[in-house]
Every structure is written in structure tokens, then in C-alpha cells.
């Protein structure tokens, strides 16, 4: 279901919590969330639809064709080659916003079956995870 689209500061300030099995359905309302934003946003954490969970969706480019990705708990266990870059975020209004970025991210999360799961992105599919989980972490760009 098409959530709507949080913009307390406050609230997006929160950290978020683990998500569980129970969490599935929270799962496929961000994934709708973000097809229904698609032309103007690449991610989302769930936060951003007013559930305070570990959970990610975003537009992946890593592999042969460009598809849209669901993590449970992603955590960003190794990154390499920082730069800095600017960004927005539907969330916040002011345009757009200066951070540090990584080009290489090695990230442990959980599939939509609840499997474990280490992988490597690069990029700006590395840029997209970053910030949301910058969003799990309650860090505002």
C-alpha cells in the first residue's frame, strides 16, 4: 500500500529498530511507496513512511539491468574512498545538502526471505544505500 510521506525532522531523527518477520507487510508498503515516487526519488527507508525499522528499498544498479532492492537491517560493514558529494531527500525541503560519501560500501543485511546476505556495491547504487541508511540511523543529511 502507498504510504504517505513523513517530514518531521523529529521524527526522522529516531533511530530505527530491527526489523522482524512481522515486518513484511511494512516491507512491501515502503517497496509500493517508492514505485509509486519512482520518477523523482531512487530510495527510501521506512522511516520515511512513518515505521521506525531497519528497512531499505531503492533502485539498484549493480547488476545487468537496473532493479529495485528491499534489505531488512542493512548495516554497512567496510567502506573505502570517501568523497564528498550533495543530496536531497523527499523528506526534507531545502534542496540540496552537502555529505560525505563512500565509492565502495560492503553491506550485511537480510532478504525479504530473511536470509543473511554480504555484497559489495559501488557507485551510486553505494551513494543510495548510504543515505538510507543513514535514515535507519536517524542521520539527516
Known sequence: ?????????????????????????????????????????????ANMIGVKKRIIAFLDESGRAPTYTVMLNPEIIKKDGAYNTEEGCLSLLGGLRPCKRYKSIKVKYQTLELQTRIKTYTGWTAQIIQHEVDHCDGILI
Open 1 to 45: 500500500m502507498i504510504k504517505e510521506l513523513i517530514h518531521d525532522p523529529i521524527f526522522l531523527a529516531g533511530k530505527s529498530e530491527i526489523a522482524t518477520k512481522e515486518d513484511l507487510p511494512n516491507a512491501q508498503d515502503l517497496f509500493d511507496t517508492l514505485m509509486a515516487y519512482k520518477d523523482s526519488c531512487v530510495g527510501m527507508a
